[in-house]
């Protein structure tokens, strides 16, 4: 297991001389780690005991104000805010919205990264530049500029409609619709994608390439034989922040999705304030965490394996 | 670099149409949405404003609440970033430079911390928000955004630390550079673009950051993005497509500065875990 820890140091030496030993790695890495342990440990902490019915110390206030609250009937608590959320109708269709949107999501943003980067890599160029430079505008714009901006670009009134209905085509209005969600998914998701994408292959040495092409290889053999293998730790990195980002967005399906059903991380905000029923709620939370925390052990197991690789070459 | 494939048989129409397609994607509604900044009106289905103004623009900066919106993200954002710094870089550079016991579990700790749902965390941080008096304060909000710079400013520079070749500064040691010295011409040096690349996204993710600003800033403090929840429901779409503008300002400043170093990798690389 120690393996697994090391940095990549040439000498593959944990310390260099003069510096300190673990008890300061530890000291120095306690300030982040205590802001992350109060400020999200401890609330997270403190919402699930409110979700299995806890309401007292700190849940009293928010069990006195909420509405359909249950209060433990054994001593871990109960399930009763569970049942509610899991039998309500509606949590079904916001949850299968929620999981179709970001599976579609991340396969587009997946396909659009990797085509991109594979055009980089093997043939390169000024249009790759164009098309990478491109992909990376979403970083800087602020989410709620993006939503708002897709928002009005596929509203009824929008820039597609109105375009098309000069050529004579009724272009469907696609704000407030699911589609607009995968739009302003993919939209704001492709930069990070491209980012980890393209320098996974751009590491990929050369000589395998040539190699492979002078022994006959076609190009298509050639992406999936080696590159696509040797690029996996960051396409699997690049898939599993970009479902987990999808999974619990707030502001695109807020600005762009239909009333109902929309997806859990805009249900979650509903039933918190609108609906006042906070510990159905955290329930939701806790659901989209779950399937989160799904995905994060791919991520942790692909980079640790990927780490265990490099260390044996 | 060598280009393997620069004949590979692809129809030059079809990529030319690929880049098109994706700029009016990315760019398109960035666009029509800048255009109504200055649009008189606009009805559908005209291909042109009825004309063009500048009042949406004095309508922005005359507007008082809009003016302290804008004056609190530059004030906050910066704030922010510079507690980050403080708090995590040491811990970066623990994590990229030494071998502690719990090193692998601090970064996966931050990790999954960041895969709970932020909205499901807001929720729940109300209770020890109104236990600490922490509501509607400024210190309340430049909490709520630190939370979300912590993974950018420990992940990215360790990596950046990590990258460091020791036996340059070993050998600055044997040349007789003292330690702090060795340290700030080299370590820091070669770090720095991979703390830049984390100064720009903390930037970014403090500056995006609205709905937990929302929770916990109003209706005492409003952020830019948390003025622009209100301001699209509320008012015209120019004054939103002007404000958009101004939000936008601070981030493409940013584009150009850290480019380079985003692209060249150092983002990417901060995101393996070794």
Known sequence: MISLLRNKNEEGSFT????????????LSLPPLLIVLVFVGLPIFIGLTFSLGFTTGPNRVIAIIGQQIHKKNHWWGTFGAYNDVIHDSRFLGDLSLTIVVTVLSTTLVLLL?????????LIGGRKAAVLVTLSIVPLFVPVVISAWAIHTFYSGDGFMRTLFSHMGINFPTLTSTPSAIVIGTVWTSLPFAILMISSGLQAIPDALIESAKDCGASAFRIVVNILIPLAKTPIIIAASFTSIGILGSFTIPFFLGPNQPTMLGVEISNFFGSYNRPQQSLVMAFIVFAIASGIAVAYVRSNIKSARESDRL | MVKAFKSLNLSRIGVNLFI???????????FWLGLHAFAVDWHYPNLYPSGFTMRWWSKVFLDSALATAIKNSLVISPIVVLISMVICLPAAYAAGRMNFFGRKAFMIGLFSANSFPKIGLFAAIATLYYALNLMETFAGVVIIQLLGTIIYMTWIPAAAFAAVPKNLEEAARDAGASKFTVFRTITLRLAMPGILVAIVMSFLASFDEAQGTYLVGAPGIFTMPTEMYSLVQNYPIQVAAVFSILLAIPSVLLLGLARKHIMGGQLAEGFQLK
């Open chain 1, 16 to 27: 260099t001389k003069g510096e300190g030993p673990s008890l300061l790695g530890l000291g």
């Open chain 2, 20 to 30: 098109g397609l994706l700029a009016v994607f990315i760019l398109g509604p960035l």
């Open chain 1, 113 to 121: 990264a990797l085509s991109i980067g594979l055009y980089q890599r």
